[in-house]
């Protein structure tokens, strides 16, 4: 109990590890703290993916079959919050506390305690949330849980929003107040923390990308607060910020949400970037090809990621310059974002690569996720977006680098350093079947959609044209099969979790580099009480 | 500063008790806001009682929390690089708060530069102009939306005029306390900072009485863009007043404790970086807002 503390001395204060339900529930223990984030987001990748997968079955015929309309809105939206903070994002924020201390020879976060805060706000939020859609599923009179989409543009979600949406707005607050308190740990963590030694331009690039994206946290989501409390205020107490009669405007909702949407996909993808970066040196047994290089892309893609929001608004209108504007600074990310690819596959060229299950995943998400940053360049061309805008082309780019990118490589990461979290190797057998199942069918289910958006598919409908129908069944199976695929994954990872498997060395991967790897595995309660001296 | 180890907390229950409290005060709130703002709902105990119960629950638990920190503080626990943690900590916390403002303000540049005199037709929206509210001026203050509200603006050489010199001054007491608590003269640290405390509380007085005289002119949140941004802006901008007015009082009771020394004073410095931060924030808005 912390209340215990202030009577410890020096020499004994946390040399044991707690038991229990306390354990978990009390923690302040980095490793605890991210595998509870890391359970937390299966298991809302577990639910988002449930709400996907009654949108396909919806979607497999034309016509109604299973859910009504108004139902179908509830799941588009839900699904992508429930993807965007609360599949993706703790998924690397768990990633972040379990390595981030390894990497640079912390003993710990810097805050600990309030890495546990940042954790124990998100069951609330999104138990608030899902509260909404099984109160609108089963409760008595199914009131609307959000209906807007994800990006709940005004005035869907101020003057035709559902009473929920006031639930969704207070939920919205504590998953920022949580990812706030989250980036500030890492920050401070990376700047505070390192061992003597641990220069910054030593720094393992996952803590890099890391210590970008939390910055880019700390700077966006204060935003996001402010946009939904202007949404919360329109709707209760008279305010005209999205109300042209009041002189407001709700082009400006889109205008302050973009600005915050924008760097939250790169919030999303960035520390992506750094897990392949360790990954594919390992298993190439080459050093990273231009560390430097990717350092100072990332922080460009960063910067550059506050001036290009209005790419998602080009239909929306906007004088001509401010058009022109943010299609250059668009199109200028594919630069940064260049020199990354270019850089993984110089770092495999000549390299004496092996195809273990991590290296797997990763050479999938350079590749797909090239995919899906080509496709993000067509739609960054306006007058090709004016034709794409809102059509199964953009469901399909931003399901390419978020799901065969950003998901990929979360689960790169996961059989990367399963061995040092859990001490036993990962099955290798599970791993592939669930790797091979996975690759062949979210390219079932994400490539048709580019075919589908081209000819004219709208997103977000029930139902659709005759035309679609052949595609959107192949959709559909390739749906059911990557969604079942990840039950590979539970497996692989309660597996994990109860030490079944070939017990793991320090180092189960020979070209492996960093701090993580000279600790035993299982990594021990406490690692780094004092800290390492990196020559 | 006894130690040169990192403190790395035993397990605490305050992280979960306190989004337990932050839940309920969130699930209350809503619900009050509803209850309190729709005529088809109906009070009840999800709404104002909850809000309440989860504001007073997270009152304790952040209580009970900064206890144990001050008591490992005082006991000596902390190192020099810890102070470095919560000091930088601090400072990214006062970056997010000046991100959460600039949501405000950028609306409000975006209103006054764009969206004002598009309603009035300007640029290629001659047909917005007159399809939609053809008699409409454009102005700023806008004293009359395009739906027909008038409402009146707030004059900038009053009430705020006053308010701005009191936080200016509140600055400069605050400083000279600063540099008392470094140079170890308590008494003229307690003094000035209990006039900075003082300051802020007759801020909040005058900010109070000038909001009743807006509502008495007819500047009312609900009175158009204007009236949004206004109370927006120098509502959250009273909002972090109070606060930083009762960081303040909790930072000079524990002077008084003699929690502090010249080299162990980090509450009491994250408080006068927050109330700095406050100042600065109200510059912006006299200038913004109620002046230009």
């Given at each position: 109990m912390s209340t215990a503390a202030a009577t410890h001395d020096d020499h004994h204060d946390h040399h044991h590890a707690p038991t229990g339900l306390k354990r978990w529930l009390f923690s302040t223990n980095h490793k605890d703290i991210g595998t509870l984030y890391l359970w937390f987001s299966f298991a809302m990748f577990l639910v988002g993916g449930f709400m996907a997968m009654v949108i396909r079955a919806e979607l497999l015929e034309p016509g109604m079959q299973f859910v009504d309309p108004e139902f179908f809105n509830q799941m588009t939206t839900v699904h992508g919050l429930v993807m965007v903070f609360g599949a993706v994002m703790p998924a690397t924020v768990g990633l972040a506390n379990w390595m981030i201390p390894l990497m640079i020879g912390a003993p710990d976060m810097a805050l600990p305690r309030m890495n546990n805060w940042s954790f124990w706000i998100l069951p609330f939020a999104f138990g608030i949330?899902?509260?909404?859609?099984?109160?609108?599923?089963?409760?008595?009179?199914?009131?609307?849980?959000?209906?807007?989409?994800?990006?709940?543009?005004?005035?869907?979600?101020?003057?035709?929003?559902?009473?929920?949406?006031?639930?969704?707005?207070?939920?919205?607050?504590?998953?920022?107040?949580?990812?706030?308190?989250?980036?500030?740990?890492?920050?401070?963590?990376?700047?505070?923390?390192?061992?003597?030694?641990?220069?910054?331009?030593?720094?393992?690039?996952?803590?890099?990308?890391?210590?970008?994206?939390?910055?880019?946290?700390?700077?966006?989501?204060?935003?996001?607060?402010?946009?939904?409390?202007?949404?919360?205020?329109?709707?209760?107490?008279?305010?005209?910020?999205?109300?042209?009669?009041?002189?407001?405007?709700?082009?400006?909702?889109?205008?302050?949400?973009?600005?915050?949407?924008?760097?939250?996909?790169?919030?999303?993808?960035?520390?992506?970037?750094?897990?392949?970066?360790?990954?594919?040196?390992?298993?190439?047994?080459?050093?990273?090809?231009?560390?430097?290089?990717?350092?100072?892309?990332?922080?460009?893609?960063?910067?550059?990621?506050?001036?290009?929001?209005?790419?998602?608004?080009f239909t929306v209108g906007m004088p001509l310059a401010g058009t022109l504007f943010f299609m250059y600074m668009t199109m200028l990310i594919s630069v940064p974002t260049g020199v990354k690819v270019f850089n993984w596959v110089a770092t495999m060229w000549r390299g004496s690569m092996t195809f273990e299950l991590p290296m797997k995943w990763a050479i999938a998400f350079v590749v797909l996720f090239t995919c899906g940053g080509l496709s993000g360049l067509m739609l960054a061309i306006t007058p090709v977006d004016f034709q794409y805008h809102d059509t199964y082309f953009v469901v399909a780019h931003f399901h390419y680098v978020l799901v065969t990118g950003a998901i990929f490589s979360i689960f790169a990461a996961a059989y990367y350093w399963l061995p040092k979290w859990s001490g036993v190797m990962p099955s290798k057998l599970l791993g592939e079947l669930h790797f091979w199942n996975s690759l062949i069918s979210a390219n079932l289910l994400f490539f048709p959609m580019h075919f589908v958006g081209l000819a004219g598919m709208p997103r977000r409908y029930a139902d659709y044209a005759l035309q679609f129908a052949d595609y959107n069944f192949w959709i559909s199976i390739g749906g059911f099969w990557f969604g079942l695929s990840q039950v590979i994954f539970l497996v692989v990872a309660v597996r994990c979790a109860m030490k079944k498997g070939e017990p793991a060395p320090a180092k189960p991967w020979e070209g492996a580099e960093g701090l993580e790897w000279e600790v035993p595995s299982p990594a021990p309660f406490h690692t780094f009480d004092t800290p390492p001296v990196i020559k | 500063m006894a130690t040169d180890k990192y403190y790395v907390p035993e397990s605490s229950p305050w992280p979960l008790t306190a989004s337990i409290g932050l839940c309920m005060t969130a699930v209350g709130g809503a619900h009050f806001i509803q209850q309190s703002t729709m005529a088809d709902m109906e009070p009840s105990f999800t709404g104002k009682p909850l809000f309440f119960l989860g504001l007073a629950w997270l009152l304790v638990v952040v209580a009970l929390w900064w206890r144990d920190t001050i008591k490992e503080s005082v006991t000596g626990l902390h190192s020099n690089q810890l102070g470095g943690s919560y000091r930088q900590g601090m400072l990214w916390f006062i970056f997010s708060e000046v991100m959460f403002f600039a949501a405000f303000f950028g609306a409000m540049f975006y209103t006054r530069w764009l969206i004002i005199p598009w309603l009035g037709g300007e640029g290629s929206n001659a047909m917005t102009h007159e399809l939609l509210w053809p008699n409409f001026q454009p102005m700023w203050p806008l004293t009359e939306t395009p739906g027909g509200t008038t409402t009146t603006p707030m004059g900038a050489?009053?009430?705020?005029?006053?308010?701005?010199?009191?936080?200016?001054?509140?600055?400069?007491?605050?400083?000279?306390?600063?540099?008392?608590?470094?140079?170890?003269?308590?008494?003229?640290?307690?003094?000035?900072?209990?006039?900075?405390?003082?300051l802020g509380m007759i801020f909040l007085g005058l900010q109070a009485l000038e909001y009743v005289h807006a509502y008495d002119m007819g500047l009312t949140l609900d009175a158009g863009i204007y009236g949004s941004l206004f109370f927006l802006l120098t509502g959250f901008h009273g909002a972090h007043v109070t606060i930083g007015t009762i960081f303040l009082l909790i930072t000079l009771i524990r002077v008084i404790k003699g929690h502090f020394s010249e080299d162990n004073c980090f509450a009491w410095e994250a408080g006068a970086w927050y109330w700095h931060f406050v100042d600065v924030v109200w510059l912006f808005l006299f200038v913004t807002v109620y002046w230009l």
């Open positions: 949330l899902i509260f909404a859609v099984l109160m609108s599923a089963f409760g008595a009179g199914n009131p609307s849980a959000p209906n807007f989409g994800w990006t709940f543009y005004a005035p869907l979600s101020t003057k035709y929003g559902p009473a929920s949406t006031d639930l969704f707005i207070l939920s919205v607050h504590m998953m920022g107040i949580s990812s706030i308190m989250g980036a500030i740990n890492v920050v401070v963590t990376v700047f505070n923390m390192r061992a003597p030694g641990m220069t910054m331009m030593k720094m393992p690039l996952f803590v890099w990308t890391w210590l970008i994206t939390a910055f880019l946290l700390i700077a966006v989501i204060p935003v996001l607060a402010g946009v939904v409390t202007m949404m919360l205020t329109d709707r209760h107490f008279g305010t005209s910020f999205f109300d042209a009669a009041g002189g407001g405007d709700p082009v400006l909702f889109q205008h302050v949400f973009w600005f915050f949407g924008h760097p939250e996909v790169y919030i999303m993808i960035l520390p992506s970037f750094g897990i392949v970066s360790a990954i594919i040196p390992a298993f190439a047994r080459k050093p990273l090809f231009g560390y430097a290089s990717m350092v100072y892309a990332t922080a460009s893609i960063a910067l550059l990621s506050f001036v290009v929001w209005a790419h998602h608004m | 050489w009053g009430l705020p005029a006053i308010n701005t010199a009191i936080l200016l001054v509140s600055s400069i007491t605050l400083t000279i306390a600063h540099h008392a608590l470094l140079e170890g003269k308590r008494g003229t640290l307690i003094l000035f900072q209990a006039a900075t405390v003082a």
